[in-house]
T-cell receptor, first 113, second 113 residues
Framework: DQQVKQNSPSLSVQEGRISILNCDYTNSMFDYFLWYKKYPAEGPTFLISISSIKDKNEDGRFTVFLNKSAKHLSLHIVPSQPGDSAVYFCAARSWNQGGKLIFGQGTELSVKP | DAGVTQSPTHLIKTRGQQVTLRCSPKSGHDTVSWYQQALGQGPQFIFQYYEEEERQRGNFPDRFSGHQFPNYSSELNVNALLLGDSALYLC????????????FGQGTRLTVV
């Protein structure tokens, strides 16, 4: 039972353009969502998060949008840079499950110069 | 400020053997979670420790056990290793309370032959 899904295994974007990574979830109890970035041979690095009481959170080039009615969130990276090339994981946490994170399968982003 | 550190970084074990992986949390963090990441998948939650007690457990067999020490560091033990246990094992630390993101170590790559 995949509660968090990232349906695009890969995404290729030109440098300077926008990257949009998508994530869908099924559990209505999720109240906190996070995006992590992972380079090969490194652990996931926290990128940005959003609480379910908000619909948008912005941090520099990174913006996360949450659509609760559609159970969908997206990460926008503008402008995309070659150093953004990595695997991006969407994760969700339920208010009644403590710190347990449920991860999606990941989307590999490639930003081409 | 040292982040989350894990040891060893790589490990090769034979089927049926036992393995212990270690994790030191980020300074100031009191909660440690362990995740298993198979190739091409997102991290899967194994269990979480807080105040030296296992607080939550994911869908993993009893062969997977853990411990948290008074200094908040943690161990993950896996008995009777199977080929399918080959994966990247990630440790994440956080501070108890809502709205705090988890910080991950670089992981231990376990190969079972």
């Amino acid at each position: 039972d995949q509660q968090v899904k990232q349906n695009s295994p890969s995404l290729s974007v030109q440098e300077g353009r926008i990257s949009i990574l998508n994530c869908d979830y099924t559990n209505s109890m999720f109240d906190y969502f996070l995006w992590y970035k992972k380079y090969p041979a490194e652990g996931p690095t926290f990128l940005i998060s959003i609480s379910s009481i908000k619909d948008k959170n912005e941090d520099g080039r990174f913006t996360v949008f949450l659509n609760k009615s559609a159970k969908h969130l997206s990460l926008h990276i503008v402008p995309s840079q070659p150093g953004d090339s990595a695997v991006y994981f969407c994760a969700a946490r339920s208010w009644n499950q403590g710190g347990k994170l449920i991860f999606g399968q990941g989307t590999e982003l490639s930003v081409k110069p | 400020d040292a982040g989350v550190t894990q040891s060893p970084t790589h490990l090769i074990k034979t089927r049926g053997q036992q393995v212990t992986l270690r994790c030191s949390p980020k300074s100031g963090h009191d909660t440690v979670s362990w995740y298993q990441q198979a190739l091409g998948q997102g991290p899967q939650f194994i269990f979480q420790y807080y105040e030296e007690e296992e607080r939550q457990r994911g869908n993993f067999p009893d062969r997977f056990s853990g411990h948290q020490f008074p200094n908040y560091s943690s161990e993950l033990n896996v008995n009777a290793l199977l080929l399918g246990d080959s994966a990247l094992y990630l440790c994440a630390s956080s501070l108890e309370g809502a709205g705090t993101e988890a910080f991950f170590g670089q992981g231990t790559r376990l190969t079972v032959v």
